[in-house]
């Protein structure tokens, strides 16, 4: 039994890193609310050309994409864990359980600061990735697919005619009460009492939005089935060599991506009044929007493949890896610091333009790859990845480099 440890595949721990980052500027832009905000907040945002330039580029090119391709990665992540355990001739399954369950608690701890926390997600979803491991690759892409085109999101709407599941309230609605009680909570709340709020109101607000007719959670899950696949295709072992490969991906998704935006495009300007979601068509509408956003996912993938082969592109891509090996921990940090500047027990910062949120986004990616390059010099892990990998397997794991 081979106990000897698999070398780290560079390119996906600088793709995770690229995802990471992608995924502060949204948070940053959106100022961690985690919820919708009333109309006051919008307008304080958008107040110059820059700020609304910022939005609309954020919301066409970078929300929600950047979280699927972390998604995919997690896919990936949990072949290559169950795939090395298989290797070494240890069952992983048990073991990944255990794991997604510390995941969990850490998540949660996550989600007091901030309620988009998309770690509690992660470990309930990644649990029915398990028996999926054996699965057919057939089983696999076809429920992957399935997921995409929206049979969640039509099997909800069937059930509840557009009726949400966990709250009682209209996530279209920027005016409602429910909106305005939890935007007054970050602006003026103590943090205890923002704890209070997202320690249980917060997550049916999001099981709303992840299993209800929005579907986040069919589509994370879609992208965990394709990361599962790629992992098992062998895809970034022998990337410099599948150029063909990554052409077809690029055009295929090219493709999706104009295709997808005329059906979203064409469900929502045939509702004559203001778009509501209680009718197919808005279903349709919102399923061609996630295929945008699996297009555009899969777009970005490939052309980080592609200049990742080019040597002089890649000495700086790969600066990522370290940011993205530590993934855990500057996305949980990222959310501490956001909340921190941003709610009213922090420095309060609610409410400011676009611009200013978007160059502090920057500013947090360059300090934190800086760190990661740091703290990887001289430790092994970065702090709540030897925290949970402690924890899975039940060893005090040294986190020290031993000088040479």
Same mark, same amino acid.
Request: aromatic share 18%; glycine share 10%.
């Given at each position: 039994?081979?106990?000897?440890?698999?070398?780290?595949?560079?390119?996906?721990? @600088?793709?995770?890193?690229?995802?990471?980052?992608?995924?502060?500027?949204?948070?940053? $832009?959106?100022?961690?609310?985690? @919820?919708? @905000?009333?109309?006051?907040?919008?307008?304080?945002?958008?107040?110059?050309?820059?700020?609304?330039?910022?939005?609309?580029?954020?919301?066409?090119?970078?929300?929600?994409?950047?979280? @699927?391709?972390?998604?995919?990665?997690?896919?990936?992540?949990?072949?290559?864990?169950?795939?090395? !355990?298989?290797?070494?001739?240890?069952?992983?399954? =048990?073991?990944?359980?255990?794991?997604?369950?510390?995941?969990?608690?850490?998540?949660?701890?996550?989600?007091?600061?901030?309620?988009?926390? +998309?770690?509690?997600?992660?470990?309930?979803? =990644?649990?029915?990735?398990?028996?999926?491991?054996?699965?057919?690759?057939?089983?696999?892409?076809?429920?992957?697919?399935?997921?995409?085109?929206?049979?969640?999101?039509?099997?909800?709407?069937?059930?509840?005619?557009?009726?949400?599941?966990?709250?009682?309230?209209?996530?279209?609605?920027?005016?409602?009460?429910?909106?305005?009680?939890?935007?007054?909570?970050?602006?003026?709340?103590?943090?205890?009492?923002?704890?209070?709020?997202?320690?249980?109101?917060?997550?049916?607000?999001?099981?709303?939005?992840?299993?209800?007719?929005?579907?986040?959670?069919?589509?994370?899950?879609?992208?965990?089935?394709? =990361?599962?696949?790629?992992?098992?295709?062998?895809?970034?072992?022998?990337?410099?060599?599948?150029?063909?490969?990554?052409?077809?991906?690029?055009?295929?998704?090219?493709?999706?991506? $104009?295709?997808?935006?005329?059906?979203?495009? =064409?469900?929502?300007?045939?509702?004559?009044?203001?778009?509501?979601?209680?009718?197919?068509?808005?279903?349709?509408?919102?399923?061609?929007?996630?295929?945008?956003?699996?297009?555009?996912?899969?777009?970005?993938?490939?052309?980080?493949?592609?200049?990742?082969?080019?040597?002089?592109?890649?000495?700086?891509? $790969?600066?990522?890896?370290?940011? !993205?090996?530590?993934?855990?921990?500057?996305?949980?940090?990222?959310?501490?610091?956001?909340?921190?500047?941003?709610?009213?027990?922090?420095?309060?910062?609610?409410?400011?333009?676009?611009?200013?949120?978007?160059?502090?986004?920057? $500013?947090?990616? +360059?300090?934190?790859?800086?760190?990661?390059?740091?703290?990887?010099?001289?430790?092994?892990?970065?702090?709540?990845?030897?925290?949970?990998?402690?924890?899975?397997?039940?060893?005090?794991?040294?986190?020290?480099?031993?000088?040479?």
């Amino acid at each position: 039994m081979s106990s000897s440890k698999l070398p780290r595949i560079e390119i996906i721990d @600088a793709l995770r890193g690229f995802a990471l980052a992608g995924i502060l500027i949204c948070h940053m $832009v959106e100022q961690y609310l985690g @919820a919708g @905000a009333p109309p006051n907040h919008n307008e304080a945002v958008s107040v110059l050309l820059s700020d609304q330039i910022i939005d609309g580029f954020i919301g066409i090119f970078m929300r929600g994409k950047f979280l @699927a391709l972390f998604s995919f990665l997690f896919g990936l992540s949990f072949f290559i864990q169950m795939d090395n !355990g298989a290797k070494k001739g240890k069952a992983f399954g =048990g073991r990944f359980l255990w794991r997604l369950l510390v995941l969990l608690a850490i998540g949660y701890i996550h989600s007091l600061f901030y309620r988009g926390d +998309i770690l509690t997600i992660y470990a309930m979803l =990644g649990i029915l990735l398990i028996p999926f491991y054996k699965a057919n690759n057939k089983w696999v892409l076809g429920v992957a697919a399935l997921l995409f085109l929206g049979l969640g999101r039509y099997s909800v709407f069937y059930l509840t005619k557009g009726e949400h599941l966990f709250l009682d309230v209209n996530p279209m609605d920027m005016e409602s009460t429910h909106v305005a009680d939890y935007y007054n909570i970050l602006k003026n709340g103590s943090i205890l009492d923002v704890f209070a709020t997202n320690s249980w109101q917060g997550h049916l607000d999001k099981m709303n939005f992840q299993y209800g007719i929005f579907g986040r959670g069919y589509f994370t899950f879609a992208f965990f089935l394709i =990361g599962l696949y790629v992992g098992r295709s062998g895809f970034f072992t022998r990337f410099r060599e599948s150029k063909k490969f990554t052409k077809k991906v690029l055009i295929y998704s090219l493709i999706l991506f $104009v295709v997808s935006l005329g059906i979203s495009a =064409g469900a929502f300007m045939s509702m004559a009044q203001e778009p509501q979601m209680n009718s197919w068509t808005a279903m349709i509408g919102l399923s061609g929007y996630d295929l945008n956003n699996v297009a555009m996912t899969f777009i970005y993938l490939s052309l980080f493949v592609m200049l990742y082969r080019k040597m002089k592109v890649e000495k700086w891509l $790969v600066k990522l890896a370290p940011y !993205g090996r530590m993934a855990l921990t500057n996305y949980v940090m990222q959310s501490i610091l956001g909340t921190l500047l941003f709610y009213g027990w922090g420095f309060g910062f609610l409410g400011f333009i676009n611009t200013f949120t978007f160059l502090i986004a920057i $500013v947090l990616i +360059i300090l934190q790859v800086w760190v990661s390059k740091i703290w990887l010099q001289h430790y092994k892990y970065g702090p709540l990845e030897w925290v949970w990998r402690s924890l899975t397997f039940f060893k005090n794991f040294p986190i020290k480099k031993e000088r040479i």
